[in-house]
């Protein structure tokens, strides 16, 4: 642990027993950290020909570095998904698991303010049970049937769903579905079943996953990345084009909120472009 090298026949003479003894510690640390690396650091037992012994190779970098780890802990705390509790459990998790003991209290330091002064959602929802059981019940494809606080009339309605992904989008996790009630789908803006609908994580009240299983075409799968690309605030719709100008100074700022986005054209009086999006999110 000091950086030293381990010479086995003067650690033997040293200990008063033989070389073999010497190289079976030796194997059995080896082998110790091997299933007990920490994530910030990789530690092995190599062999230094040129300095006749064993030493201890810490090898940083090769998973989560601190600087990593600290913009994990960043991120996690401008999420403002999870209540309080949970948020500073993860965030120890985290430190304790992913960066060298000498380094956890400077990182902590770094956060400790804003883990102070954390503001949890106003839902006070704990759901992270229910978004692994979404997660399974998604690879599995297995339909789903929830009981959902509804947004507009904070009525309590059943859905069947066929699960397809679940998203994070300005502090909420969402589950994108497809219904699969057809009377139900008659009182949505969106008929066309290539478009799915969103329901908020929290808002779930009870979730029962079916042993009915569905089938989705390989063609048309639904494809998260694409899907986000072209959505805003998880307002699900229509897929549209839209064409807009922009006449503030930093038009990155539009292309990184609109991956879809390209600039048609540029003068002093502004930029135009256009951009496919789903939903009416893009009007906020």
């Known amino acids: 642990m000091d950086g030293e090298v381990i010479n086995k026949k003067d650690e033997a ?18 082998s110790y950290i091997s299933t007990n ?37 960043k991120i996690l705390l401008d999420s403002r998904a999870f209540t309080k ?12 698991m992913c960066v060298p003991k000498e380094n956890q209290r400077l990182v902590r330091d770094l956060i400790s303010n804003e883990e102070f002064h954390y503001i949890e959602p106003h ?16 690879r599995k494809t297995k339909y789903i049937e929830i009981d959902y606080l509804r947004t507009k009339d904070k009525a309590v309605v059943r859905r069947k769903l066929k699960p397809l992904a679940i998203m994070f989008s300005e502090y909420y996790f969402y589950l994108t579905a497809f ?10 803006d969106v008929l066309n079943d290539s478009f799915p609908t969103i329901y908020r994580i929290d808002r779930i009240q009870k979730l029962k996953i079916l042993n009915e299983t569905f089938h989705i075409p390989y063609k048309d799968r639904f494809e998260e990345g694409e899907f986000r690309k072209r ?5 699900g719709g229509k897929l549209q084009k839209i064409t807009f100008k922009y006449t503030g ?4 700022s539009i292309l990184d909120r609109l991956p879809t986005a ?17 939903g009416k999110g893009i009007d906020m």
Not at 16 to 22: A, D, L, P, S
Not at 85 to 96: C, G, V
Not at 249 to 252: I, K, L, N, P
């Open 13 to 30: 003479l040293h200990c008063g027993v033989n070389e073999r003894t010497i190289q079976r510690d030796i194997d059995e640390i080896r």
């Open 231 to 235: 959505i805003q605030f998880m307002y």
């Open 179 to 188: 219904i699969d009630d057809e009377e139900v789908k008659k009182d949505f």
């Open 262 to 278: 390209r600039i048609i054209s540029q003068d002093e009086t502004g930029t135009v472009l256009t951009a496919e999006v789903f």
């Open 85 to 96: 509790p949970e948020m500073q459990n993860m965030l120890d998790k985290l430190i304790e």
């Open 123 to 138: 839902h006070g929802k704990v759901f992270i049970d229910t978004m692994w059981e979404l997660g399974q019940a998604i």
């Open 249 to 252: 100074d930093f038009v990155e």
């Open 37 to 73: 690396s920490r994530c910030g650091s990789v530690d092995n037992i190599v062999y230094d020909r040129k300095a006749k012994g064993y030493y201890l190779e810490r090898i940083y970098n090769s998973k989560l570095t601190n600087s990593e780890i600290l913009a994990i802990c």
